[in-house]
């Protein structure tokens, strides 16, 4: 993550600052998907389509969940997950 989003995860990192658009500032927060820890989960999980942001997928669940409550950690912008992102999670399982 750092190299893209910058050890704050500011999106100063060294590769994030050449890409087109750039990589997402995660302190302050601005979501293309929502910023709820599902949609998060599911960002990191599957990318960003029309971004720079890769799917991480092949990373362990428990990875992924780590990288999002960091990323809610740091965040000036955090969402609640809805009734709906409850119920389809809880469905998936």
């Known amino acids: 993550c750092v190299i893209c989003h910058g050890a ?3 999106g100063d990192g060294p590769a994030g600052a050449a890409m087109k ?15 709820s820890p599902f949609a998060l989960f599911n960002s ?5 389509p029309g971004s720079s942001m890769a799917a ?3 990373l362990p ?4 969940w780590a990288l999002v409550h960091f990323i ?13 992102e409850i119920k389809s999670y809880k469905e998936a399982k």
């Not at 658009?21 to 910023?35: F, S």
């Not at 990191?44 to 960003?48: C, H, N, Q, S």
């Not at 669940?61 to 992924?64: F, I, T």
Request: glycine share 16%; proline share 5%; aromatic share 4%.
């Open 44 to 48: 990191i999980t599957k990318g960003v």
């Open 21 to 35: 658009p750039p990589a997402r500032n995660l302190v302050e927060g601005k979501w293309k998907q929502g910023g």
């Open 61 to 64: 669940d428990g990875d992924r």
């Open 8 to 10: 704050k995860g500011l």
């Open 56 to 58: 991480f997928g092949h």
């Open 72 to 84: 809610r950690s740091i965040s000036k912008n955090s969402e609640a997950a809805t009734d709906a």
